[in-house]
């Protein structure tokens, strides 16, 4: 189980900032959707985040491939992508189940499959998938942050933390991996290192809105909501981030957790009763 806090954390995350990481932020091979926070993987041609109707449209196209021929590896993994663009996650894991069992050494498949199982909470399933997506003498960067979000969600922070460290030490200064690591130092409860971190991943030029709505998270759980507000304000309408603001605040009041959340900072998680 996730400990109380962990949860409380995700639930502001998935309001304030829904195209951030941790809704929770693990499509394709790029840097958006449900588990992975900022990171993800799967199949290079796997197309980026689009609109609603854009995913709508690509499920169609790719589900037309894919229906004229099932055993397509790419075929099936834009197909799924496109589907958990549009929400469809279960029917995205249903058409990766397929495909990961007639290509079971395929490391793409098994990569973006681990993700789909993930974005359904079948965590324990996930990560044995993501353990075969590579191998200890090739390790695949986007794979490690994708355990590590994935081992987040478990509530296993200081784990998670060690994948994404692994990551970073084959790209550094990559912000999506550095996202993942702050957003997992947030759900720890060491606000000072969450923000440190994703203020290092913002600098980077290839970051991008995802990354500073989670900075602006960070910086709100620590009570400076106009700078947060500011921070948000950078992508968002102006009346979108006063309101995003507005419901941190009355998240916090309503939390004994993170009334205070620059005291307890450097506090372990408080962990519910038999996790």
Same mark, same amino acid.
């Given at each position: 189980m996730t400990c109380s806090v962990c949860s409380n954390l995700f639930a502001i995350a #998935? #309001?304030?900032? /829904?195209?951030?990481?941790?809704?929770?932020?693990?499509?394709?091979? +790029?840097t958006t959707q449900p588990i992975e926070a900022t990171g993800s993987i799967g199949a290079a041609s796997v197309a980026a985040p689009q609109a609603n109707g854009d995913w709508r449209r690509a499920a169609e196209a790719w589900g037309d491939r894919y229906r004229a021929d099932?055993? =397509?590896a790419e075929a099936a993994i834009n197909y799924a992508a496109a589907l958990r663009g549009n929400g469809q996650r279960s029917q995205a894991v249903a058409?990766? &189940?397929q495909?990961?069992?007639? @290509? /079971? *050494? =395929?490391?793409a498949v098994l990569g973006a499959y681990g993700r789909a199982l993930a974005d359904v909470g079948d965590y324990k399933q996930a990560l044995d998938v993501l353990n075969r997506a590579h191998t200890p003498d090739q390790p695949d960067w986007r794979v490690l942050s994708? +355990? !590590?979000a994935v081992l987040d969600q478990m509530g296993k @922070?200081? &784990?998670?933390? #060690?994948?994404y460290a692994t990551a970073l030490r084959i790209v550094p200064d990559e912000p999506s991996v550095l996202s993942n690591l702050g957003? $997992?130092?947030? %759900? $720890? *409860?060491d606000l000072v290192r969450a923000e440190s971190t994703l203020r290092r991943a913002s600098t980077q030029g290839s970051s991008d809105a995802r990354v500073r709505q989670n %900075?602006?998270?960070?910086?709100?759980? +620590?009570?400076?909501? !106009?700078e947060a507000e500011g921070i948000a304000r950078a992508d968002l309408p102006s009346d979108e981030a006063a309101a995003n603001v507005a419901y941190l605040r009355q998240m916090l009041a309503q939390q004994n957790g993170w009334k205070n959340p620059t005291a307890q900072a450097a506090k372990p998680p408080v962990r519910a009763q038999g996790s």
């Open positions: #998935r #309001r304030l900032a /829904p195209v951030a990481a941790l809704a929770v932020a693990v499509a394709g091979c +790029q099932p055993h =397509n058409v990766l &189940e495909t990961a069992i007639a @290509h /079971p *050494k =395929n490391m994708v +355990q !590590g @922070h200081d &784990e998670a933390q #060690r994948y957003l $997992s130092y947030a %759900l $720890s *409860k %900075l602006a998270l960070v910086v709100g759980l +620590q009570g400076r909501f !106009g």
